[in-house]
């Protein structure tokens, strides 16, 4: 008897994979860029722009996206440790990206004029500053939660409202 129940179960799990039009593909999560959002007198918001595209013929739900913030050193050589952590958190609320659809979703990331001390020459004396942002992001579909990672390099322009 045991045998004839795990190639059911199985036959159930196909159908119902198949009435979700396939198998889950994962999404596609990017950093568009980073902007200024807000300063005060000890800090202020940056804000990452994250699109996420959903392949899938179903709703997407995403919980918890998972950052860190890294910063180019200006007197970084090719071959050195050239990053310094500048900003790291979890972004609570639920990013919901329908059947086939992209969004893109404004992720406030806070920070402290003192995160800024070693970015502060590039700022002053170039005008911009390097930037690495990665993370993950959990994402639910009808099969389960899964991690999903994101990478992003580019440049944050001062006097711009957006990064590259």
């Not at 039009?21 to 918001?45: F, K």
């Not at 722009?49 to 918890?64: E, G, S, W």
């Not at 990053?83 to 329908?98: I, K, S």
């Not at 579909?141 to 409202?161: A, D, L, Y």
Request: some cysteine; overall charge positive.
């Amino acid at each position: 008897m045991k045998t004839m129940r795990l190639p059911a179960a199985l036959a159930a799990a196909a159908l119902v994979l198949s009435a979700c039009g396939g198998p889950v593909q994962r999404p596609e999560i990017d950093l568009e860029g980073v902007s200024l959002g807000s300063v005060g007198l000890s800090g202020g918001t940056l804000v990452a722009n994250v699109r996420v595209r959903n392949p899938n013929r179903f709703t997407l739900r995403a919980n918890d996206l998972r950052y860190q913030l890294y910063l180019r050193k200006a007197d970084a050589q090719p071959g050195d440790c050239a990053w310094t952590r500048f900003a790291d958190g979890v972004y609570p609320d639920t990013l919901t990206v329908g059947a086939g659809q992209t969004r893109t979703f404004p992720i406030p990331v806070s920070f402290s004029f003192g995160q800024l001390a070693g970015a502060s020459r590039q700022l002053i004396g170039y005008g911009r500053v390097d930037y690495r942002a990665e993370g993950t992001v959990d994402v639910r579909t009808p099969i389960g939660t899964r991690e999903v990672p994101f990478h992003k390099v580019g440049t944050f322009m001062m006097g711009s409202n957006a990064g590259r």
